[in-house]
C-alpha cells in the first residue's frame, strides 16, 4: 500500500515552515532518533532531537546573513520501498526576503511511518554544500566555522 503522497507533501509543507520560521524543535521533531545526515565528505548520526535543534540552531546566523526570508521545496521523486519506508527526492528552494531564489538544492530523505506519523531517518545531501559557498561566496560571506 504504501505511504501516500499526500502525507509526504504535508511533512515537507511542515517542515519547510520549520526552517522558515528558525524553529530547531519543530524541525527536530519532524526526524527519527537517531537521524543520520551524509553528503560527500561527511556521515553523522544524531542520538536525539536536543543535539539535532543544536546543531539547527548553530546554522542560523549564518543563514540570516545570506538573507534566507523563507524555504520552499519541489518533490521530485518518491519510491515506496516497504509500508512504512519511503526514499524522497526533494529539491529545496531557499528564498529571499521578496520571495526571489537565493539557491537550491538536491537532498534525499529516507521517511518512516511511525506512531507519531512521518520521520526522517535518513538525508543524503548530494549538492547542498557546493550551492551554499557558491551563494556565500557571492554575498561576500565567511562560512568557515569559529575557532573553539
Given at each position: 500500500m504504501?505511504?501516500?503522497?499526500?502525507?509526504?507533501?504535508?511533512?515537507?509543507?511542515?517542515?519547510?515552515?520549520?526552517?522558515?520560521?528558525?524553529?530547531?524543535?519543530?524541525?527536530?521533531?519532524?526526524?527519527?532518533?537517531?537521524?543520520?545526515?551524509?553528503?560527500?565528505?561527511?556521515?553523522?548520526?544524531?542520538?536525539?532531537?536536543?543535539?539535532?535543534?543544536?546543531?539547527?540552531?548553530?546554522?542560523?546566523p549564518v543563514y540570516r546573513e545570506l538573507g534566507l526570508g523563507s524555504v520552499d521545496y519541489e518533490l521530485v521523486e518518491e519510491n515506496q520501498l516497504s509500508d512504512a519506508l519511503v526514499l524522497i527526492r526533494v529539491r529545496w528552494l531557499f528564498l529571499d526576503g521578496d520571495g526571489e531564489l537565493l539557491t537550491d538544492s538536491n537532498s534525499y530523505y529516507l521517511l518512516r511511518d511511525e506512531d507519531a506519523g512521518l520521520r526522517a531517518c535518513v538525508c543524503i545531501e548530494t549538492d547542498s554544500m557546493q550551492k551554499l559557498q557558491a551563494l556565500a561566496d557571492a554575498k561576500g560571506v565567511d562560512l568557515t566555522p569559529p575557532s573553539a
Open positions: 504504501g505511504i501516500e503522497t499526500t502525507r509526504i507533501a504535508d511533512y515537507f509543507n511542515r517542515y519547510a515552515a520549520s526552517l522558515t520560521r528558525f524553529d530547531a524543535e519543530a524541525s527536530a521533531e519532524l526526524w527519527s532518533t537517531p537521524g543520520m545526515i551524509v553528503d560527500d565528505r561527511f556521515s553523522g548520526a544524531l542520538d536525539s532531537r536536543e543535539e539535532m535543534a543544536i546543531g539547527l540552531k548553530q546554522a542560523y
